[in-house]
Nanobody, 126 residues
Framework: QVQLVESGGGLAQAGGSLRLSCVDSGRTFSTYNMGWFRQAPGKGREFVAA????????YYTDSVKGRFTISRDNAKNTVYLQMNSLKPEDTAVYYCAAGRIWTSRRPHLVPEYDYWGQGTQVTVSS
C-alpha cells in the first residue's frame, strides 16, 4: 500500500524558492514512478514533473523547465520538487502521485497514477 504525504508548501515571494517533499509510508516506494501535479483555483489538475522509479529519467512541463527539479531518494521513500525562480502563476495546490507502470508512456497524464497525496498549498506573491 502506498500512502503519500506532501510537505514544504507555504508562502514565497516571486523569485524565491521552496522545496516540496513527498514521503511514502509504505514499503514499495522504490518500485513506483512518481509525479508532481498542481491545481490552481478554478482549473484542472496540471502536470508539473515526473521521475522514473530508478530516478534515471525526468520529465517537466514547459513552464517549469529550468526552474523546477524533481528528484528522489529511495532509501528515504521520498520524492522532492525543488522550485526556484517562483512566479505568481505557480500558485496552486501541489500533489504528488505514484504510478506503478506508465501504461501509455505518458507521465503527464493523471490516469497514469494510482495513488495521490492530499496536497500542499504553494502561494507566490508578486
Amino acid at each position: 500500500q502506498v500512502q503519500l504525504v506532501e510537505s514544504g508548501g507555504g508562502l514565497a515571494q516571486a523569485g524565491g524558492s521552496l522545496r516540496l517533499s513527498c514521503v511514502d509510508s509504505g514499503r514499495t516506494f522504490s518500485t513506483y514512478n512518481m509525479g508532481w501535479f498542481r491545481q490552481a483555483p478554478g482549473k484542472g489538475r496540471e502536470f508539473v514533473a515526473a521521475i522514473t522509479w530508478t530516478g534515471g529519467n525526468t520529465y517537466y512541463t514547459d513552464s517549469v523547465k529550468g526552474r523546477f527539479t524533481i528528484s528522489r531518494d529511495n532509501a528515504k521513500n521520498t520524492v522532492y520538487l525543488q522550485m526556484n525562480s517562483l512566479k505568481p502563476e505557480d500558485t496552486a495546490v501541489y500533489y504528488c502521485a505514484a504510478g506503478r507502470i506508465w501504461t501509455s508512456r505518458r507521465p503527464h497524464l493523471v490516469p497514469e497514477y494510482d495513488y495521490w497525496g492530499q496536497g500542499t498549498q504553494v502561494t507566490v506573491s508578486s
